[in-house]
């Protein structure tokens, strides 16, 4: 995945703080990204959760959609898929335009836990709490503090939220849900610990039946593409013009996924990439150039971290060849040494 492996050529050069470049060379970098990565063949499909092994592992696509709603495709893009961990940091934008990034910090914290994704002595080692919404533990206690008087309530604030950013209404696969709901015993776990340390307050299964939910909300590439440009346009959706959530909460989600977007490998993903984003079991990954767009990606095959093999190596591919990495930086004209 190391984007110093990668010829990308002179655009290369351009530095993150500097505008994207015109649609021709997106497409040009899309195209590019999407033949190198479509040859490999690593990974394997998610089988944890039983419907998720019947993906296409051959399955390929990505997504561009630019801060002006603009949106460049190369392949699958249009294949459905659950959106799994994704989610999280979508309903974490929610939760903190709904109560304040203060009550959400206090409750669900924003450091990375150095543990995976479902581990559950992370949360004995810190007293209960949850550290970060990107973790299951957290992302469970994100969805439980949602206001509503209702679990249905709760339900309808996330579907609601997410079509938002994703400028469609997104619905539920029920075999996905059923599937999960019968297979989740480690987050029924996780639910009850976090209640028993006071972090979710009411019903824990109530609160995780609607995390599971949100899971298992049907997404495309094209849809990870719009909603992570949602983020990156500051909490307007560029496709509808809706605004969706304040520029803010925008700041303070993309540092989240910054730091714990890809678990314990966020440190590496943020050091080979340069952006903010999230991976899903499904095959999918979100990432964000602030101030500029979106790229949605969905291959299955995932390495043993689960993350999709294809996506990140086309993300690292695009980031060197768009010049989105937020470290990159040139000097100014004339102080060159």
């Given at each position: ?133 990107m973790v299951n533990a957290g992302a469970i206690a994100t969805t439980a503090m949602l206001p509503g008087a209702t679990t249905e309530a709760n339900w309808h ?181």
């Amino acid at each position: 995945m190391r984007g110093d492996e990668f010829d990308v050529g002179d655009i290369a050069q351009r530095a993150g703080t500097g505008s994207i470049p015109d649609s021709d060379r997106i497409d040009a970098a899309l195209a590019g990204a999407y033949e190198r990565a479509r040859r490999h063949d690593e990974g394997a499909v998610a089988d944890y959760i039983p419907i998720l092994a019947r993906a296409d592992a051959h399955a390929f696509g990505l997504c561009v959609a630019q801060g002006d709603g603009r949106l460049h495709e190369v392949g699958d893009t249009r294949i459905p898929f659950s959106i799994q961990s994704i989610s999280k940091v979508f309903v974490y934008a929610l939760l903190c335009d709904a109560i304040g990034r203060q009550r959400a910090l206090e409750v669900v914290g924003v450091n990375n836990t150095g543990s995976a994704f479902n581990s559950v002595i992370a949360i004995e080692l810190n007293r209960g709490h949850p550290m970060n919404p990107m973790v299951n533990a957290g992302a469970i206690a994100t969805t439980a503090m949602l206001p509503g008087a209702t679990t249905e309530a709760n339900w309808h604030l996330v579907q609601t939220g997410l079509s938002r950013f994703a400028g469609r209404d997104l619905i539920v696969d029920d075999e996905v849900y059923r599937s999960e709901s019968a297979t989740n015993e480690r987050n029924r776990a996780i639910a009850e610990l976090l209640s028993s340390y006071g972090r979710i307050e009411g019903d824990p299964l109530a609160a995780l039946d609607v995390y599971t939910r949100q899971c298992s909300l049907l997404v495309d590439a094209r849809d990870l593409a719009v909603m992570g440009a949602t983020l990156a346009h500051g909490g307007v959706n560029p496709v509808t013009g809706e605004r969706v959530v304040s520029a803010d909460v925008c700041r303070d989600a993309l540092a989240v996924l910054a730091a714990s977007g890809l678990y314990e490998r966020s440190g590496e993903w943020l050091f080979d990439i340069g952006l903010p984003g999230k991976s899903g079991v499904s095959g999918g990954i979100v990432t964000v150039a602030p101030g500029k767009g979106g790229l949605g990606a969905y291959s299955p095959p995932l390495d043993s971290a689960g993350n999709s093999v294809r996506g990140q190596i086309a993300t690292a591919y695009l980031t060197r060849a768009l010049g989105l990495n937020l470290f990159a930086s040139e000097p100014r004209v004339g102080e060159e040494a």
